[in-house]
């Protein structure tokens, strides 16, 4: 049963617009959400995150929405460069360290 | 980045051999964690450490087994692989368990097992 759904395993844009990835989750406990970039042959390493009791989070280019009651969470990249291109994972956690990743959304960023 | 170092970077076993893979930290953090990554699975818990000596299971953990016995070192151990634990290992910190303490990953075990 996947708590965390990421249900687009790619996206392609193009440099300079916005990227817009999408994550479900089922789970209401869940009251901490994160957001993961990784590229080929790395770690992940974190992004951004947002709390429960917030709606929106903003760093730079990255700004995470979450909309708790459809348990949906997105993360926009504006304006979209080629470095962005990556597998993104969203993660979810409900007080604690047991983070629950999705499948990750691989983006691509076409100059 | 974070000091985090993973050994080997990458293996080649065959069946019923037994595996360890190493993590280091130079960070002194008391939490580190063993996940796998598969496709279609995203990233997955093994087991984790709360301490020296302090370990548990996460939601993957048949067929796995760790060892701290110092704040820097986490070891994961397949007693006898088999071809399902084929994957990509990766280990991860945080100084504490909460949720709001990111996580900061290594760069990865790529595990195969024949």
């Known amino acids: 049963d996947q708590q965390v759904k990421q249900n687009s395993p790619s996206l392609s844009v193009q440099e300079g617009r916005i990227s817009i990835l999408n994550c479900d989750y089922t789970?209401?406990?869940?009251?901490?959400f994160l957001w993961y970039k990784k590229y080929p042959a790395e770690g992940p390493t974190f992004l951004i995150s947002?709390?429960?009791?917030?709606d929106k989070n903003e760093d730079g280019r990255f700004t995470v929405f979450l909309n708790k009651s459809a348990k949906h969470l997105s993360l926009h990249i504006v304006p979209s460069q080629p470095g962005d291109s990556a597998v993104y994972f969203c993660?979810?956690?409900?007080?604690?360290?047991?983070?629950?990743f999705g499948t990750g959304t691989r983006l691509k960023v076409l100059a | 980045d974070a000091g985090i170092t993973q050994s080997p970077r990458h293996k080649v076993t065959e069946t019923g051999t037994p595996v360890t893979l190493r993590c280091h930290q130079t960070?002194?953090?008391?939490?580190m964690y063993w996940y796998r990554q598969d496709p279609g699975h995203g990233l997955r818990l093994i087991h984790y450490?709360?301490?020296?000596?302090?370990?548990d299971k996460g939601e993957v953990s048949d067929g796995y087994s760790v060892s701290r016995s110092k704040t820097e070192d986490f070891l994961l151990t397949l007693e006898s692989a088999t071809s399902s634990q084929t994957s990509v290992y990766f280990c991860?910190?945080?100084?504490?368990?909460?949720?709001?303490?990111?996580?900061?990953f290594g760069p990865g075990t790529r595990l195969t097992v024949l």
């Open positions: 991860a910190i945080s100084t504490s368990g909460g949720a709001a303490d990111t996580q900061y």
């Open positions: 993660a979810a956690a409900s007080g604690t360290y047991k983070y629950i």
């Open positions: 450490s709360y301490g020296v000596k302090d370990t």
């Open positions: 947002i709390s429960s009791i917030k």
């Open positions: 789970n209401s406990m869940f009251d901490y």
């Open positions: 960070e002194n953090h008391r939490y």
